[in-house]
């Protein structure tokens, strides 16, 4: 029996038209390498495919704002507790999902400063010749209150490079363009050609926590609710802690 091309292409269209519809996540760069690593055996879980946006949460926040449609966030809490807020996130679904603090990250193979205590931290940042981080970033708050209550802002910010878009700190410190990079710890850890020196010490740490929930559009409730279940299952507590985060269960 001859089987025509277009018989073929319709036959593929049938098939692709009977597959669950793809859930569209927006999720924060600080919790990226989680859903990476995760995102295969998420999608076999709920049976359907994730498209994921990755990006500062702020910034997809705005986009949100502007009317752009999403099935799942997963973002700072502060931007998923504004959406909450607005009626985009039903309130019944946002969750906890981790923490993360700052740390400092350096070029692969280039001397690890001491930022072992306060004082050591304080003596890093004034000798540094540059340091970076994203401008929209979730941590440039708590790192520019480490600087305040050093008592160093003054003179921390003519090496300041703030960076834009989210990202770009850790490739500039990758390529040498500057000496180091303040982020989340969960932000250095996967980036290849960048180290982490380690966490703040812990009288100045602070933390940016993560919240999943699911849209008040989304396309498929059941199935957006079963994607922030899947990140706050035993699986995903052990993908937060080894990406640098504490797990909220």
């Known amino acids: 029996m001859k089987v025509s091309f277009i018989g073929i292409i319709f036959g593929a269209a049938s098939l692709l038209a009977g597959q669950p519809a793809p859930i569209h996540a ?24 994730l498209t994921v946006e990755y990006s500062a949460a702020a910034l997809l926040k705005q986009k949100v704002d502007a009317g ?5 966030a997963l973002l700072t809490t502060e931007a998923a507790d504004q959406l909450i807020q607005e009626g985009k996130i039903t309130a019944s679904s946002g969750i906890l999902l ?9 070029r692969a193979g280039a001397p690890k400063p001491d930022i072992s205590t306060p004082e050591a931290l304080k003596r890093t940042l004034v000798n540094a010749k540059s340091i ?20 160093i802002a003054d003179q921390i910010k003519p090496k300041v490079v703030l960076q834009s878009p989210p990202g770009n700190p850790q490739t500039a410190v990758a390529d040498g363009q500057v000496e180091m990079v303040m982020t989340l710890v969960s932000e250095i850890l996967p980036v290849k050609g960048i180290e982490l020196v380690g966490p703040v010490p812990k009288e100045l740490q602070s933390y940016v926590s993560f919240r999943g929930g699911v849209s008040a559009n989304a396309k498929d409730a059941e199935a957006s609710r079963a994607v922030v ?14 990406r640098g985060l504490e797990p909220a269960r």
């Open 68 to 72: 752009e449609p999403f099935d799942v």
């Open 132 to 151: 970076t981080y994203a401008k929209e970033g979730a941590a440039r708050v708590l790192i520019e209150k480490i600087y305040e209550r050093l008592g």
């Open 229 to 242: 279940k899947f990140f706050t299952s035993a699986k995903a507590a052990a993908a937060y802690k080894a």
């Open 98 to 106: 981790a923490r993360v603090g700052v740390g400092i990250g350096i």
């Open 26 to 49: 927006i999720v924060s760069n600080g919790v990226r390498a989680v859903v990476e690593d995760l995102q295969a055996q998420c999608e076999k879980a709920i049976g359907h495919s």
